[in-house]
Nanobody
Framework: QEQLVESGGGLVQAGGSLRLSCAAS????????MAWFRQAPGKDRKFVIS???????YYADSVKGRFTISRDNAKNTVYLQMNSLSPEDTAIYYC??????????????????WGQGTQVTVSS
């Protein structure tokens, strides 16, 4: 069973950048489509960005041009580079793996494995 561990969250000022990491064990990130979701207080978990096994990417409109996803197969890690952050990006960010089915997909229920999340707070 694949285990995912996120890191890299923290407090940043508006306009700043952060890079989140998602380290996998028990499986390989190159084997599955991987995604990042986020959940703000009192709100549902929402899709942010995803990468296919072949490196194609799929973005939520809210992060296009600001966020990028990448994968380092040698380190078995997926990254989320976030630039031009705004207070609206404040949330817990989760890494997820999709083990079967078509891609792209933005539904949280379509992803089988999840990390514990990492907090990102953007101050104004």
């Amino acid at each position: 069973q694949e285990q995912l561990v996120e890191s890299g969250g923290g407090l940043v000022q508006a306009g700043g950048s952060l890079r989140l990491s998602c380290a996998a064990s028990g499986g390989t990130v190159s084997s599955y489509p991987m995604a990042w979701f986020r959940q703000a207080p009192g709100k549902d978990r929402k899709f942010v960005i995803s990468i296919s096994t072949t490196g194609r990417t799929y973005y939520a409109d809210s992060v296009k041009g600001r966020f990028t996803i990448s994968r380092d197969n040698a380190k078995n890690t997926v990254y989320l580079q976030m630039n031009s952050l705004s207070p609206e990006d404040t949330a817990i960010y989760y890494c997820a793996a999709r083990t079967q089915g078509l891609w792209p997909t933005a539904g949280p229920n379509d992803y089988a494995y999840w990390g514990q999340g990492t907090q990102v707070t953007v101050s104004s």
